[in-house]
């Protein structure tokens, strides 16, 4: 497998490692948003959020909340992202899921371009049908 973060995982590639334990490891992002940008995955290879073992979601969210208050409190920003690309069309360049933290600050100029739709009445019930289906 070619997987940059497995290659992290098992110290065969470089980083800047913030938390560690059997199960999870966060370390800085190369290529932050802005610096303390932190990255969180599970050491197992799961190549989105969909593949997670469900027994393991809370616990990498539990240290991803750990993380965050880690960034939050050392770099004194005034906020932070909390982020996961799901699939190629979502921005996801990793297929090892993860979940980026990204420190924000009020001076930086990191924004979403957010372009909202709205649903007409009968939109908004068969979308919700469709996916009330599938549960």
Known sequence: ???????????????????????????????PMNFGHTLVIPKCHCENFLELPNNSIPNIFGIAQKVAFA???????????????????AGQSVFHFHVHIIPR??????????????????????????IRNHI
């Open 1 to 31: 497998m070619d997987c940059i973060f497995c290659k992290i995982v098992e110290r065969q590639a470089p980083a800047e490692i913030i938390y560690e334990d059997d199960a999870v490891i966060a370390f800085l992002d190369t290529r």
């Open 105 to 130: 600050f009020s001076t930086d100029s990191f924004r979403f371009d957010l372009n909202f739709k709205r649903y007409n009445p009968e939109e908004i019930i068969e979308i919700g049908k469709k």
């Open 71 to 89: 960034v939050q409190d050392s770099l004194q920003c005034s906020g932070f992202n909390l982020v996961v690309n799901n699939g190629k069309d």
